[in-house]
């Protein structure tokens, strides 16, 4: 069965440069999430999409901008990097809006920013 | 806002016995759902067991079966005849909306 794809899969990038991430969901999802891991942390809530629209945003920081496109395949673009944004980006996708639709995980993008 | 509360940072138990992980939560919802996630080495998000906040009986998945306290706000795993491949990351989530709130995390060590 086909599942979330995410690439790349290792990135990395200097401090102030910028870095792209992309997701492309199971077929015939059509909401998507994208969370943030550091080092020994839980992965924290960043931003989701539902039918191309933004559907909530967590703790995301203002150089960080996202979107879906109509594909239903997500980008996420981190500019001005820091060396705190190294961290494991996991993208989710679920067919639906409810809850208790699961999120499907992707294997993750780990960034490191020297 | 919502919160998890995983307060067993670390545990271990021997090959084939039984372990039971905590979870708490806080919510003012009354629809939503919780998630127990497995996450081994390869970091890898794997699913393990879900429950709907209307339900009362409690979730079951082979081995790994859950004791949801609705009142208490609790949440518990209990990881039967366990494995090596068990050895991973637990994280407790609560679903409302679009967006899962994860809890810290327990490490899980399954010993030979």
């Known amino acids: 069965a086909a599942g979330v794809i995410q690439s790349p899969r290792h990135l990395i990038k200097e401090k102030r440069e910028t870095a792209t991430l992309k997701c492309y969901p199971i077929?015939?999802?059509?909401?998507v999430y994208w969370y943030q891991q550091g080092p020994g942390q839980d992965p924290q809530f960043l931003i989701s999409?539902?039918?191309?629209?933004?559907?909530d945003k967590g703790s995301i920081p203002d150089r960080f901008s996202a979107q879906q496109f109509s594909d239903y395949h997500s980008e996420l673009n981190m500019s001005s990097l820091e060396l705190g944004d190294s961290a494991l980006y996991f993208c989710a996708s679920s067919p639906g809006t409810d809850a208790k639709n699961i999120q499907y995980f992707g294997a993750g993008t780990r960034l490191s920013v020297l | 806002a919502q919160t998890v509360t995983q307060s067993q940072p670390e545990m271990s138990v021997q090959e084939a016995e039984t372990v039971t992980l905590s979870c708490t939560y806080d919510t003012s919802e009354n629809n939503y759902y919780l998630f127990w996630y497995k996450q081994p080495p390869s970091r890898q998000m794997i699913l393990v067991i879900r429950q709907e906040a209307y339900k009362q009986q409690n979730a079951t998945e082979n081995r790994f079966s859950v004791n949801f306290q609705k009142a208490a706000k609790s949440f518990s795993l209990k990881i039967s005849d366990s494995q090596l491949g068990d050895t991973a990351m637990y994280f407790c989530a609560f679903a409302g909306g679009f967006k899962t709130i994860f809890g810290a995390g327990t490490r899980l060590f399954v010993k030979a």
């Open positions: 999409f539902y039918e191309k629209m933004q559907s």
């Open positions: 077929p015939r999802h059509d909401t």
